[in-house]
C-alpha cells in the first residue's frame, strides 16, 4: 500500500515543499512533485467561469387569482445576489425555468426579469390559448458587454418564453431580446428576479416553478 509524506527541502519556504509517494518496502520516495504544479494540473482541469450558481429546491408560489406581478423563484442553494464591482466585460449566464400552467382562453401573463428592480429582459405581454394543467418552459441568456455606473454598463438579454396548451401536441411562446444600458449599473449590488403578472384575476389563471437553475457560462 502506497502512503503520501511531505517532504520540505533545505530551508522550505510556502512554495517549496515537495509531495514524495514512498512504499513501504524500501522507505524512499519514489517521485516528487513541487506542490505548486499539482495546483496548476488541478487548475486545467477544472474551467473557468462555468459553474453553477443557484438551484431551486422548492415549488415556487402559486401566483394565481390576482393581478398583483408576483416573483416566481423559490428557495433553493446558492445565490442570486452578485456583489458591487464584481460583473467583468464578458461574463455570461444563463437561466432555465419551468413550471406548471393553467389559464383560461386569451388571458394575458407578463413575465420579466429583473435585476436590481431594473427591468433586464421582458417578455412582453402575451396572449394564450386555454391551458389546464399543462407546463411552461422560460430560457434566458445574459451578457455584460459594459461595466460601471447607470448609463455606461450595458447588459444583452435574449430568452424564449414557451407553454403547451390544450390543443394537443402544440407548443406557443415568443421570443425575446433586450439592451439594458440606461438603468443597469455594475457598481452596485445586483439581485437577480423573475416575476410573471397575469392581466385579469382569476381562479383558472395559475402559474407556479418547479424548476430553476442559473448557471455561470463564461
Known amino acids: 500500500m502506497a502512503i503520501i509524506y511531505s517532504y520540505p527541502i533545505i530551508d522550505p519556504t510556502s512554495v517549496d515543499y515537495l509531495l514524495g509517494v514512498r512504499f513501504d518496502d524500501d522507505g524512499k520516495p519514489t517521485k516528487l512533485f513541487p506542490l505548486q504544479g499539482i495546483v496548476d494540473i488541478v487548475k486545467e ?3 473557468e467561469g462555468n459553474y453553477g450558481l443557484y438551484a431551486q ?3 415556487g408560489t402559486l401566483i394565481t387569482n390576482t393581478t398583483t406581478e408576483t416573483s416566481l423563484v423559490s428557495a433553493g442553494v446558492g445565490g442570486l445576489t452578485v456583489p458591487a464591482n464584481t460583473f467583468k466585460v464578458g461574463d455570461s449566464f444563463t437561466a432555465r425555468m419551468c413550471g406548471t400552467l ?3 382562453n386569451n388571458e394575458t401573463i407578463h413575465i420579466r426579469v429583473k435585476s436590481n428592480g431594473v427591468t433586464i429582459a421582458d417578455a412582453g405581454v402575451f396572449q394564450m390559448k386555454i391551458t389546464t394543467d399543462k ?3 422560460l430560457v434566458l441568456d445574459f451578457t455584460v458587454t459594459k461595466i ?3 448609463g455606461v454598463a450595458e447588459l444583452f438579454t435574449n430568452g424564449q418564453y414557451s407553454y403547451n396548451h390544450n390543443a394537443a401536441g402544440e407548443i406557443a411562446g415568443n421570443n425575446f431580446a433586450l439592451i439594458s444600458n440606461t438603468l443597469f449599473n455594475t457598481t452596485i449590488t445586483n439581485v437577480l428576479s423573475i416575476t410573471a403578472e397575469w392581466g385579469t384575476a382569476k381562479t383558472a389563471n395559475k402559474i407556479q416553478s418547479q424548476n430553476f437553475v ?3 457560462v463564461y
Open 135 to 137: 407546463y411552461f418552459e
Open 102 to 104: 393553467s389559464c383560461a
Open 45 to 47: 482541469q477544472i474551467p
Open 148 to 150: 460601471g455606473v447607470a
Open 57 to 59: 429546491t422548492a415549488l
Open 214 to 216: 442559473l448557471t455561470k
